[in-house]
């Protein structure tokens, strides 16, 4: 049964960076058919795809976050990482690791727990 | 990418059925049999209910179906219970290779 569990502070500063990290278990993050995503889902709102990641290592963002996001992968630790850079309050929100199964229709099958990150001096 | 476009709540007793739209375009929803729904319960990660237009992943009930028609996909739910009130959220892929989810719909079982 595979698992995924994000790790990271649970409060950043204004213009900080958001680190976020996912740690794989139950399977290899170097599969072929998987892409590495993250969603966030602000207080009381909706889900937003953030981006994902390949295991080799191609990377796809959201294009309204593109200039501040980078997502990485490390398979010898068979881990994901997010950074979101200059964040304001409208960045508070919880913030999603998961699986995207591109062999069923890009459908996300696995998900983390997730993590509340607030964004607050 | 615009977000996909749900009804923001429908409503229904225990028993009947429900259907919740999912619009997008042809870049998305309209070009690709890759349309996703979940639910999420309070405070809980969301769950796949269904995945490409219409197929469940094991374990989901079979009163969960899915559909397509043009930019337009489709969640019934029937034989509603009272455990399904929950929010619903569609998702497509898209023609750059990326995700668009649907704003969410709250289901209330009346």
């Known amino acids: 049964q595979v698992q995924l569990q994000e790790s990271g502070p649970g409060l950043v500063k204004p213009s900080q960076t958001l680190s976020l990290t996912c740690t794989v278990s139950?399977?290899?993050?170097?599969?072929?058919?998987?892409?590495w995503s993250w969603i966030r889902q602000p207080p009381g709102k909706g889900l937003e795809w953030i981006g994902y990641?390949?295991?080799?290592?191609?990377?796809y963002y959201n294009p309204s976050l593109k200039s501040r996001v980078t997502i990485s992968v490390d398979t010898s630790k068979n881990q994901f990482s997010l950074k979101l850079s200059s964040v304001t309050a409208a960045d508070t929100a919880v913030y999603y690791c998961?699986?995207?199964?591109?062999?069923?229709?890009?459908?996300?099958?696995?998900w983390g727990q997730g993590t509340l990150v607030t964004v607050s001096s | 990418q615009s977000a996909l476009t749900q009804p923001a709540s429908v409503s229904g007793s225990p028993g009947q059925s429900i259907t919740i739209s999912c619009t997008g375009t042809?870049?998305?929803?309209?070009?690709?049999?890759?349309v996703s729904w979940y639910q999420q319960h309070p405070g809980k990660a969301p769950k796949l209910m269904i995945y490409e237009v219409s197929n469940r992943p094991s374990g989901v009930p079979d009163r969960f179906s899915g559909s397509k028609s043009g930019n337009t996909a489709s969640l019934t739910i029937s034989g509603l219970q009272a455990e399904d009130e929950a929010d619903y959220y569609c998702?497509?892929?898209?023609?750059?290779?990326?995700?668009?989810f649907g704003g969410g719909t709250k289901l209330t079982v009346l």
């Open positions: 139950g399977g290899s993050i170097s599969s072929g058919d998987y892409y």
């Open positions: 990641i390949y295991y080799s290592g191609s990377t």
């Open positions: 998702s497509s892929y898209t023609s750059s290779n990326h995700v668009v």
């Open positions: 998961a699986r995207d199964d591109s062999s069923s229709g890009s459908s996300i099958d696995y």
């Open positions: 042809s870049s998305d929803v309209g070009g690709y049999n890759y």
